[in-house]
């Protein structure tokens, strides 16, 4: 990781959406990685933080913990999805005008093999395509130290200007 981002405790804390808008999505999200705005809770709460961030790629690293297990005792499969949507969707955000913003239409999700309780991870999105209205991304999640691929996904989403 480059830098630990400063994360919101509260609402008063998150980024306003002026702050948003007055900036290009890659100046948003560069902005999260130096501390100059907070970053989300989720990432917090879920065990990961965003390391790196350049136009049409992003990065976040983390292990999921014991609060992130099923049943089964395995990891669940949603602490895999918020990774990837936070890696693919903020990749979709680097690509953002300014005056833009943009959500989620869909993402997609494939585990590949069962992740180990805190086994440290890199997730990475990366834009495939980035239009006027939608753009498209994928990601992985590999682990950090050997590179093994624990799953892999997809996003669409669309950008709006805001009026």
């Given amino acids: 990781m480059t830098s630990t981002p400063h994360i919101a405790h509260s609402l008063d804390e998150l980024p306003d959406f002026d702050a948003l808008l007055s900036r290009s999505g890659l100046e948003f999200m560069q902005d999260i990685l130096a501390g100059t705005l907070s970053g989300p809770p989720i990432g917090a709460t879920l065990g990961f933080a965003l390391s790196s961030v350049e136009k049409g790629r992003v990065s976040f690293e983390g292990a999921a913990q014991f609060a992130a297990t099923n049943p089964m005792r395995g990891v669940h499969g949603g602490w895999y999805g918020a990774l990837l949507d936070s890696c693919m969707s903020c990749a979709v955000m680097t690509c953002v005008p300014r005056g833009h913003f943009y959500t989620t239409l869909e993402y997609k999700v494939n585990l590949t093999r ?34 093994r691929l624990y799953a892999t996904g997809s996003t669409t989403c669309m950008i709006m200007q805001a009026t």
């Fill in 114 to 147: 069962a992740l180990p309780l805190d086994t440290p991870v890199i997730a990475e999105g990366v834009v495939s395509h980035a239009g006027r209205s939608t753009a498209v991304a994928s990601g992985e999640i590999r682990g950090r130290d050997d590179g």
